[in-house]
């Protein structure tokens, strides 16, 4: 009779999935070291592969799943580097840790190297800042299934992440790509924390979030289609778990 098949899963997919938690990991190491050089071309090069780390699309759900876990987690040197640094970039420099680089210097810099030079700073500040919150975007909607993700991170992400999300709903007539990205971190997080009062509303809605969400949603209808869809998502989770308290 033929044998009977093993409910072990092969070896060669243990040993690929291995392979990829290792690859993931090489991956988390490189970017903080490009993360912590001095140059803006390694500090994009690094969150440029971490957008691919953490894109179910690029890399696969599961692989991208376990890397954003080690982000966020940061526990050890290398993923916390990297977790601070995205922090520090959607901030706009307020979440800094001493090991990381002086941005506004990097960025104000004269190296003839750098394309971004003094003339064009504020160009490769903008799109270092775009690219961590695309990381972030990635990091949090992986994460969302875990209602402790953000336990340890509670206070910068209350006090720093929550208040620079709103700011950028506040430019969306002038930063649609922004406010998008932007309403689009709130969602996890409303969906992630939203059952908690306090965040809803002392961090949500007494900061005006819903109004903005509104008037970044009519900028959407008008000129960004992205825009108008995440905000009216986000508005309609914001209002769902509003409606509980």
Request: net charge negative; aromatic share 4%; with cysteine.
């Amino acid at each position: 009779p033929p044998p009977l098949p093993s409910l072990v899963p092969p070896a060669a997919d243990s040993l690929e999935e291995e392979e990829s938690d290792s690859a993931g990991l090489e991956t988390i190491r490189i970017a903080a070291a490009m993360l912590s050089a001095p140059s803006v071309h390694q500090n994009i090069m690094g969150l440029e592969g971490l957008a691919s780390l953490t894109d179910e699309y690029t890399i696969g759900t599961a692989t991208a799943t376990r890397a954003s876990a080690e982000i966020l987690a940061g526990a050890n040197p290398d993923s916390a580097t990297v977790r601070d640094m995205i922090l520090t970039l959607v901030v706009g420099g307020i979440y800094r840790s001493d090991s990381l680089p002086d941005l506004d210097d990097d960025l104000d810099s004269d190296d003839d190297d750098d394309d971004f030079g003094s003339s064009s700073s504020v160009d490769g500040s903008e799109y270092l800042r775009i690219l961590a919150l695309s990381v972030l975007v990635n990091v949090l909607e992986r994460s969302e299934g875990s209602k402790g993700f953000l336990l340890n991170l509670r206070v910068p992400f209350e006090d720093m992440i929550v208040p620079a999300l709103l700011r950028d709903l506040s430019r969306s007539d002038r930063d649609q790509e922004s406010a998008d990205l932007a309403s689009a971190a709130l969602i996890h997080l409303v969906r992630a924390l939203g059952r908690d009062s306090a965040f809803l509303r002392d961090h949500l809605l007494a900061q005006g979030a819903r109004d903005l969400l509104v008037k970044a949603n009519f900028v959407g209808e008008a000129c960004f289609e992205n825009l108008r869809k995440r905000t009216a998502l986000c508005l309609a989770e914001l209002d769902s778990y509003s409606s509980l308290l």
